[in-house]
């Protein structure tokens, strides 16, 4: 025990490393993913501590080559997932009651780690399994995570030193606790980050954990929690269950201790987790928490004053960075006719330039395959269905999967703002751009608005600074993160707190104290120096 009261590090974002060609960590990379390419991992559920091999196994592969198999994964069952609650339970007295330096410092350590010796590693996963470039698995994998880990140790000391006045007489302060029950963290394959994040900021805040990860995240997962272990997390805070979402959540909500639910997903998955929640409702001892964030459609917004250059370049990298497999990618344009004269040729040739293919092999590719053969067969179908409704492909369009499935970067024109690709979210590196009437600005910020029920991100480009503000003004609730004359992507933990609203999720910002003090639950205490021996009061006489 110590009586020290103690201030967190400062923390500060992650330096992106280039791995220019010849560069040390290209290098050192390249010799990791050749190294992980010809390992075949196996992956276990990781309950309180324990390794849990279950037989059921399915295989990860690599998306973009379909013979390169890099893990078997075993699947938990129902009951795999009950001994997860449990192990979560029993593990809540003593880490709810860890003192908080000592919790932040496993994180920190985690970080240190993650930015150090284990850097590479969760690295080659993400591009392994998740076929992200090298550029982008930095930034998610180490860089993001990294200040996920920093930040949010610093956003916890926020809250706890949130503290009620006190007056003369008496001593107010607030327990900041940990929910009751445990939390069940539901992730998406698309950010290494998001998956490290979801379950770590409440274990963070004292609550206990069953982290459920995507089938098509399964690698880097595994590797990140023996990252956690190697930092010093103990037995049951955190609880790995690979295999079926829905079953996990099935388990979950039938238990009377249900705390809270950190999701990252699909609008339709968050939804089905609000009826079952509902359904449920009079099981739990608590109402539990719902944090969610569930994709969008995003935009960019051109005005006729938009710098073409800029713009083009924030097309380019918004909308096929990672395939498009963002949920904050840009995949609906506005642009002026006057502007498209000159977007539109230079578009198609940044487009048509951008490399693609096996992303582990060589490191100078700008992108990988989508996650999986239904992805693809989605991007495909809408694709060939925007065709056949009048669109034109401008470029790409022509989707390969004889070795991995690869959708190249696509632009489609419409001159229907409410085609089904302007309006429903792909997930996938296809580009819908609308031309407008110069004078048609205003109508169409309108359009913005309506035409998609998602509210995640957005951007405008305008030198015109009365069309910033009328666009910042127009589409105010359309995007949790909106952005002037730059791509509606890439926001950085600690700057651009991420999350939407409307259909886009319950908007508690990732990467900021608004996310962390929905995993407290303060109980203030007031203590009377003097309490009163008379029960009259004055007006009494």
């Known amino acids: 025990m110590s009586d020290g009261r103690f201030r967190v590090p400062e923390p500060v974002n992650e330096p992106v490393r280039d791995y220019a060609p010849s560069s040390p960590e290209r290098a050192s990379l390249e010799q990791r993913l050749r190294t992980m390419s010809g390992e075949r991992v196996e992956a276990p559920n990781v309950i309180d501590g324990r390794d849990v091999t279950t037989g059921d196994t399915f295989v990860a592969r690599a998306p973009h080559r379909h013979d390169l198999e890099l893990a078997d994964v075993h699947a938990a069952g129902r009951d795999e997932v009950q001994q997860a609650i449990e192990a979560a339970?029993?593990?809540?007295?003593?880490?709810?009651?860890?003192?908080?330096?000592?919790?932040?410092?496993?994180f920190l350590r985690a970080a240190e780690l993650l930015a150090g010796p284990w850097r590479d590693t969760l690295n080659a996963a993400t591009v392994l399994h998740q076929s992200k470039s090298v550029l982008q698995a930095e930034i998610d994998a180490a860089c993001e995570l990294i200040d996920f880990l920093r930040f949010n140790v610093a956003f916890a000391q926020r809250v706890y030193d949130e503290q009620p006045q006190s007056v003369a007489g008496e001593w107010n302060r607030t327990d900041h606790r940990p929910l009751e029950g445990f939390v069940l963290a539901v992730t998406p394959f698309n950010f290494t980050a998001i998956a490290?994040?979801?379950?770590?900021?409440?274990?963070?805040?004292?609550?206990?954990?069953?982290?459920?990860?995507?089938?098509?995240?399964?690698?880097?997962?595994?590797?990140?929690?023996?990252?956690?272990?190697?930092?010093?997390?103990?037995?049951?805070?955190?609880n790995l269950v690979h295999g079926d979402g829905a079953q996990a959540v099935d388990?979950?909500?039938?238990?009377?201790?249900?705390?809270?639910?950190?999701?990252?997903?699909?609008?339709?998955?968050?939804s089905g987790l609000f009826r079952k929640v509902g359904e449920n409702i009079d099981r739990f001892r608590a109402f539990p928490r719902i944090?969610?964030?569930?994709g969008g459609k995003d935009f960019v917004v051109a005005h006729p004053s938009a710098d073409v250059d800029r713009l083009v370049v924030a097309l380019g990298r918004g909308a096929f960075e990672y395939q498009g497999?963002?949920?904050?990618?840009?995949?609906?344009?506005?642009?002026?006719?006057?502007?498209w004269q000159h977007v539109r040729d230079p578009l198609a040739d940044l487009a048509s330039s951008l490399t693609m293919g096996d992303v582990g092999e060589d490191l100078s590719t700008f992108m990988g395959a989508v996650i999986d053969g239904r992805a693809w067969a989605r991007h495909r179908d809408a694709i060939d269905q925007a065709a056949h409704a009048g669109a034109e492909v401008l470029v790409g369009g022509d989707p390969d999967d004889a070795d991995g499935w690869f959708v190249p970067p696509t632009v489609l024109v419409t001159d229907d703002p409410r085609a089904s690709t302007m309006t429903e979210e792909l997930f996938g590196p296809i580009l819908t751009v609308h031309v407008y009437d110069d004078a048609d600005f205003d109508t169409v910020l309108g359009e913005v608005d309506q035409a998609a029920p998602?509210?995640?991100?957005?951007?405008?480009?305008?030198?015109?600074?009365?069309?910033?503000?009328?666009?910042?003004?127009?589409?105010?609730?359309?995007?949790?993160?909106?952005?002037?004359?730059?791509?509606?992507?890439?926001?950085?933990?600690?700057?651009?707190?991420?999350?939407?609203?409307?259909?886009?999720?319950?908007?508690?910002?990732?990467?900021?104290?608004?996310?962390?003090?929905?995993?407290?639950?303060?109980?203030?205490?007031?203590?009377?120096?003097?309490?009163?021996?008379?029960?009259?009061?004055?007006?009494?006489?």
């Open 196 to 238: 490290g994040n979801l379950p770590t900021a409440p274990a963070l805040m004292g609550n206990t954990v069953v982290w459920k990860p995507s089938e098509k995240q399964a690698l880097s997962a595994h590797h990140l929690m023996r990252l956690l272990q190697a930092a010093g997390l103990p037995d049951g805070v955190i």
């Open 291 to 294: 944090v969610g964030e569930s």
């Open 325 to 339: 497999q963002k949920c904050s990618a840009a995949s609906r344009a506005y642009v002026p006719r006057s502007v």
């Open 89 to 106: 339970l029993a593990a809540k007295h003593d880490w709810s009651r860890t003192p908080f330096e000592h919790r932040c410092a496993i």
């Open 454 to 541: 998602y509210a995640l991100t957005g951007s405008i480009f305008a030198d015109d600074r009365r069309a910033v503000a009328r666009a910042t003004d127009a589409l105010r609730d359309t995007a949790g993160n909106f952005y002037v004359n730059d791509k509606p992507t890439g926001s950085i933990v600690g700057r651009q707190p991420f999350g939407g609203a409307r259909r886009s999720g319950t908007n508690d910002k990732a990467g900021s104290v608004l996310n962390l003090q929905r995993w407290v639950s303060p109980r203030v205490i007031k203590e009377t120096w003097v309490s009163p021996v008379d029960p009259r009061y004055p007006h009494m006489g």
């Open 251 to 270: 388990v979950a909500t039938a238990s009377p201790h249900l705390g809270g639910l950190h999701f990252t997903g699909s609008a339709a998955v968050l």
